[in-house]
């Protein structure tokens, strides 16, 4: 079976911090795909991130950099010079390839709050 | 393009009462699913379908009913409603091995009384 982990309930930072949100999975999977969705208080998920795990190759997009290592199974997600609008609960999630593609393994989610 | 849309937003209903939460797609993508997200526990898997006729079980199946007779839609039935229903309801979908991240519906808030 699949699992995330997503270990920091809550974290809580001032406005410019940077911030890093953790995520580890587990699965027997050698081909899968790990993702990050933000929910901001509106409600909706927001797509970020996708990751497949033949490419360990980190990314940066503006102030949000994923660093992926398949050693430790982790998929952690750092926020830099934090802002309020990033204020949300933030979701790691795992998917297989094949049948199970469609299928999504979420971790429990981390609320994180930026402080003016 | 509408993307995922999901009906009703908001529903209340009373313990024993039967709805049907509705999911439609207009993006042809054969992945369809339904999640229920709960406080503390993120999204959980209700049901799933890979295709039109196809659906299989998720993680907490009980006390719901899917079907998909078509590539767009996929309602999620609640038979006999419990308090233990009470949620918010998620519809996703997803294209075609590799190629995209799932798309998800803006969500329907249930409570059970």
């Known amino acids: 079976a699949q699992k995330v982990t997503q270990a920091q309930t809550e974290i809580s930072v001032v406005e410019k911090e940077d911030v890093t949100l953790d995520c580890v999975y587990e699965?027997?999977?050698?081909?899968?795909?790990l993702f990050w969705y933000k929910q901001p208080p509106s409600g909706e998920l927001v797509f970020l991130i996708r990751?497949?795990?033949?490419?360990?190759q980190n990314e940066i997009s503006g102030r949000y950099s994923w660093n992926f290592q398949k050693s430790t199974s982790s998929f952690n997600f750092t926020i830099t010079a934090s802002q309020v609008v990033d204020s949300a609960v933030y979701f790691c999630?795992?998917?297989?390839?094949?049948?199970?593609?469609?299928?999504?393994?979420f971790g429990q989610g981390t609320i994180l709050t930026v402080h003016p | 393009n509408a993307g995922v849309t999901q009906t009703p937003k908001f529903q209340v209903l009373k313990t024993g009462q039967s709805m049907t939460l509705q999911c439609a797609q207009d993006?042809?993508?054969?992945?369809m699913s339904w999640y229920r997200q709960d406080p503390g526990m993120g999204l959980r898997l209700i049901h799933y379908?890979?295709?039109?006729?196809?659906?299989d079980q998720g993680e907490v199946p009980n006390g719901y009913n899917v079907s998909r007779s078509t590539t767009e839609d996929f309602p999620l039935r609640l038979l006999s409603a419990a308090p233990s229903q009470t949620s918010v309801y998620f519809c996703?979908?997803?294209?075609?091995?590799?190629?995209?991240?799932?798309?998800f519906g803006q969500g329907t808030r249930l409570t059970v009384v």
């Open positions: 996703a979908s997803r294209k075609g091995q590799g190629t995209t991240e799932a798309f």
């Open positions: 699965t027997r999977d050698t081909t899968y795909y």
């Open positions: 990751r497949n795990s033949f490419d360990e």
């Open positions: 999630a795992l998917s297989s390839y094949g049948t199970s593609y469609g299928k999504l393994t």
């Open positions: 993006m042809n993508h054969e992945y």
């Open positions: 379908s890979v295709g039109a006729g196809i659906t």
